[in-house]
């Protein structure tokens, strides 16, 4: 486990298999010279069990695929101990507004998301 990987909490989803949640605090601040507040980041990854996971970070964060790499190669990652270098390049904006990802957060359509993520982990890799 890298150091990344101790500030987050990482929650499998039971009955949906290769389905994590991943909650994570950061500070923010408003505007220079505002109070600095904690925050909370939640982000939901489906992994194909490949070495190939997606990943969606509500509200508008895009659709980002991490492929996993061998040790000594890639960079260090929060999901994967590392991951190849041209990972992230892989994303996509069109699918979470094509796809309601929003909408399916708001309304606790969770299944939907995972599913989501799980025909993108395919159809990036070409399966």
């Not at 499998?12 to 389905?19: H, N, P, R, V």
């Not at 507040?37 to 939901?44: E, I, M, Q, R, T």
């Not at 069109?94 to 299944?111: A, M, P």
Request: aromatic letters at 14%.
């Amino acid at each position: 486990m890298n150091e990344r990987q101790k500030q987050i909490l990482k929650a499998e989803i039971a009955g949906i298999e290769g389905a994590w949640v991943l909650v994570s605090g950061y500070t923010c601040q408003d505007r220079p010279g505002a109070t600095i507040l904690p925050a909370v980041s939640v982000s939901f990854i489906y992994d194909n069990g490949k070495g190939v996971a997606a990943e969606w970070g509500p509200p508008f964060g895009p659709l980002q695929l991490w492929i996993e790499a061998k040790e000594g190669e890639g960079e260090e990652h929060y999901y994967f101990d590392r991951v190849t270098s041209n990972s992230a390049g892989q994303w996509s904006q069109i699918d979470v507004d094509e796809n309601w990802l929003v909408k399916d957060f708001v309304t606790g359509n969770f299944r939907h998301i995972f599913y989501v993520l799980k025909e993108w982990t395919r159809d990036v890799q070409g399966e």
